[in-house]
């Protein structure tokens, strides 16, 4: 029965996630600017991210308006990354979430400009005149900002586009994927736990929690880019083995990264069973949802 409630659940709670995006991002910026900042973000992607930062959110009994609000930025966050990422002075990719890349349908010089309108609209929903009290959106725009910044997603990748082609150990490839993916992720719980009240213990273990299947998410990533067609990922699959880029598969080998991956969500559940909350069964299930997927 908790499988079927946790669907019912996470369709609502993606329905809502897309509605408010639908109302957030404007069709109406400049020249153009509005159809590729929205080609970006809507219709599209898994919404991972907003799913944990509402479910935390949940699970603490956070204010919804701010847990909502927090969702679509990290969602906007996680585009805007993609749009610049697939770019060709990055990944120079052409497929994304079973469409052209924003670049290949609008252009270079517009691709790049929507990701970067893309991350001020995040700050702007965490910003709003009413509804949110200041001092949450002061820590949820810290929150955000040091996931995607130097620290995380950017310099993560930065060292993945420096690691082209140079051996990198299982500790250096784990370094760069806290950063690059992992950081965003952990950063999705908090900014949801941050919505209502938790206790040091607790904000401790949500920590561990999506630190934990942060990393599993690019793990599995890495072994679905080897393993599923491109028409499955939505993406072009085997273009790190095409980049000569390391990660899990070629550090660690398929079968050693399909249990690095069963691991890291055994230490993310065990944190849940530290936090102490009552009923932390949504982010139980998307840990298990993260690891399990085929796309």
């Known amino acids: 029965m908790k499988l079927a409630e946790f669907e019912t659940w996470a369709r609502c709670e993606l329905d809502a996630v897309e509605s408010a995006l639908e109302g957030w991002v404007p069709s109406d ?77 609008f252009g270079e010089a517009q691709a790049m400009l929507a990701g970067d309108a893309m991350q001020a609209l995040a700050f702007e929903v965490l910003t709003p005149d009413a509804g949110v009290p200041p001092a949450l959106q002061a820590r949820l725009c810290s929150l955000l900002a040091r996931a995607a910044g130097h620290a995380g997603m950017a310099g993560g990748q930065a060292i993945d586009l420096a690691s082209i082609g140079v051996p990198l150990g299982e500790r250096a490839l784990r370094d760069m994927h806290h950063r690059k993916t992992g950081a965003l992720l952990q950063a999705s719980v908090l900014m949801g736990a941050a919505c209502g009240s938790t206790s040091a213990a607790t904000w401790s273990a949500l920590a561990e929690f999506g630190d934990a299947i942060g990393l599993a998410f690019q793990v599995v990533d890495d072994i679905l880019d080897v393993t599923q067609a491109s028409a499955t990922l939505g993406k072009t699959a085997g273009k790190d083995l095409h980049h000569n880029k390391p990660t899990y598969v070629t550090v660690l080998g398929l079968d050693a990264a399909r249990r690095h991956a069963a691991d890291l969500r055994d230490k993310a559940l065990a944190a849940l069973a530290r936090s102490g909350l009552a009923d932390a069964a949504w982010l139980s299930m998307l840990a298990d949802k993260i690891v399990e997927r085929d796309n």
Do not use: F, W
């Not at 907003?50 to 930025?73: F, Y």
């Not at 906007?76 to 994304?96: E, Q, T």
């Open 29 to 105: 910026a400049p020249a153009g600017l509005g159809l590729a900042m929205r080609y970006g973000v809507l219709d599209g992607g898994k919404r991972v991210r907003p799913l944990l930062v509402l479910a935390a959110a949940q699970t603490v009994g956070g204010l919804r308006e701010a847990a909502l609000r927090a969702a679509c930025a990290v969602e906007l966050i996680h585009a805007y990354s993609l749009v610049h990422d697939d770019m060709p002075c990055m990944d120079n990719d052409v497929l994304r979430r079973g469409k052209p890349t924003v670049h290949v349908q």
